[in-house]
């Protein structure tokens, strides 16, 4: 379920950044920003309950998709005194987990959301058809629907084709259950923290894409009316993966936002 990557940094002892990934990929997605920040961090990379090598979802496990349940089975793997960087689905884990582990000194959340789709009283996300749209594609082809979901990622980014091409490599040797698949799903619907968001103890940092068609700009100034200490950085010209199509920025932005909170 975890992956460690060694660094190299002579000036003192580094502390812990846990990479959590999104939906539809695992936590090779990583692979290319690794790089940019290797030398400032211990690096622990967790796949998610299906995805890579991790402990793989039962049937019976998925009544009602409890995301407790699944936050429980990586809660072990996650170091102590650790700060979480999380993608998307995996902010909703971070949350979660943040709940339960004190200890977690600092969450930074990237192209995420408390809650990802479209309510009366929330119009920063996804419109709930979409969403079933993708769900039953996913039903019928596995592959098609991460290939049609590559497509949204990308969108908004300067460069999409780039990105599309990067993604489906992943797409190509993607071996995530389908199990894992629709759970995922199924707390993206569900899940609504923004009131839990609200009372957590650590510090929280944002980085948004500007032209993310599935978590929206707007998303960080509408935490910020429910908690006024959110630190927010939007990277120019990105889609829903900054970190893919703009490593180098997303680096300089996770820097600036745990150097405000240590």
């Not at 622990?44 to 936050?71: F, M, W």
């Not at 899940?191 to 993310?212: A, H, N, Y």
Request: hydrophobic share 40%.
């Amino acid at each position: 379920m975890t992956e460690n990557v060694a660094n190299v940094h002579r000036d003192k002892e580094p502390k812990t950044l846990v990479l959590l990934h999104g939906w539809g990929f695992s936590g090779k997605i990583w692979d290319d920003f690794i790089p940019y920040i290797k030398d400032q961090w211990r690096i622990t990379i967790i796949n998610l309950p299906g995805y890579g090598e991790s402990e793989k979802i039962a049937h019976a496990d998925r009544d009602g998709t409890d995301i407790d349940q699944l936050v429980n089975l990586i809660s072990p793997d996650i170091p102590e005194k650790s700060i979480i960087l999380a993608w998307s689905l995996g902010g909703l884990f971070a949350t979660k987990l943040s709940c339960v582990r004190k200890d977690i000194n600092a969450l930074i959340l990237v192209a995420s959301s408390p809650c990802f789709l479209n309510k009366p009283d929330w119009q920063h996300g996804v419109d709930p058809d979409d969403f079933n749209q993708l769900a039953r594609g996913l039903s019928e082809n596995k592959i098609k629907a991460l290939q049609q979901f590559s497509g949204l990622v990308a969108m908004g980014d300067k460069r999409p084709r780039e990105t599309i091409s990067k993604l489906s490599e992943h797409v190509d040797n993607n071996v995530t259950e389908i199990e894992a698949l629709k759970a995922g799903l199924d707390i993206l619907k569900q899940e609504d923290l923004r009131g839990v968001m609200s009372r957590l103890r650590c510090p929280i940092g944002m980085i948004f894409g500007e032209k993310d068609v599935l978590v929206k700009r707007s998303t960080g100034k509408a935490l910020q009316a429910l908690r006024a200490d959110i630190n927010i950085i939007e990277i120019a010209n990105t889609g829903h993966a900054p970190f893919l199509t703009r490593p180098q920025k997303t680096a300089e932005a996770l820097k600036k936002l745990t150097d405000k909170n240590f």
